[in-house]
């Protein structure tokens, strides 16, 4: 079946703009996560949702970042204001969440770079 | 505060020998470790996990032993094969979260014919 999916694959921007990261994840997964990996690091933690509600945001750098799921499923990450340290590679992830031992399955990431 | 460490950045190894790829961690709520890879432009591929309960878990040519007491794990890959070179991920949780995963920062793994 279909994967997660992610886009757009790759977004250069300009420091100050705004933008949109989408994810698609698995059909039927009701846990979502956002994740942001650095060059050179292993991907962070950003927001977890349980449905349309993010059950945990403690991620998120700062009031810059916000994240939507509105009916359970896509979901977008905003960034307002872009900075240069925002680049990093956004990744997302689900999973079907019946227990915390499930196994989360990543999308292939979009590529942001903030100039 | 690095809650889960490589401190291996790259490994290289021989086709059909023994990968030791190696993490440690400070946080002794943690009580379940997964073993992630990841090849260039892809996201990570879930490979294998363990539970605290347990100190051996084996799937095929990958098994992942814990040390508890010692806060280590580490990933054993027998016979390590050219298609096993990818980046490889450590990563944790606490039954008590959200599930979100702490990861380490990496270890690239580079298998030579």
């Known amino acids: 079946g279909a994967g997660v999916s992610q886009t757009p694959s790759n977004k250069v921007t300009e420091k100050g703009k705004y933008v949109e990261l989408r994810c698609d994840p698995i059909?039927?997964?009701?846990?979502l996560y956002w994740y942001r990996q650095s060059l050179g690091q292993g991907p962070e933690f950003l927001i977890y949702?349980?449905?349309?509600?993010?059950?945990?945001d403690s991620g998120l750098p700062n009031d810059r970042f916000f994240a939507v799921r509105p009916e359970g499923s896509v979901s977008t990450l905003k960034i307002q204001r872009t900075e240069r340290g925002d680049s990093a590679v956004y990744l997302c992830?689900?999973?079907?969440?019946?227990?915390?031992?499930?196994?989360?399955?990543f999308g292939p990431g979009t590529r942001l770079t903030v100039l | 505060d690095q809650q889960v460490k490589q401190n291996s950045p790259s490994l290289s190894v021989q086709e059909g020998r023994i990968s030791i790829l190696n993490c440690d961690y400070t946080?002794?709520?943690?009580?379940?470790f997964l073993w992630y890879k990841k090849y260039p432009a892809e996201g990570p591929t879930f490979l294998i996990s363990i539970s605290s309960i347990k100190d051996k878990n084996e799937d095929g040519r990958f098994t992942v032993f814990l040390n508890k007491s010692a806060k280590h794990l580490s990933l054993h890959i027998v016979p390590s094969q050219p298609g096993d070179s990818a980046v490889y991920f450590c990563?944790?949780?606490?039954?008590?979260?959200?599930?979100?995963?702490?990861f380490g920062q990496g270890t690239t793994l580079q298998v030579k014919p």
């Open positions: 992830a689900s999973s079907s969440r019946t227990g915390y031992t499930d196994t989360q399955y």
């Open positions: 949702f349980q449905g349309t509600g993010a059950a945990d």
């Open positions: 990563a944790a949780s606490e039954a008590s979260n959200t599930g979100k995963l702490i």
């Open positions: 946080n002794s709520m943690f009580d379940y």
């Open positions: 059909s039927g997964h009701t846990a």
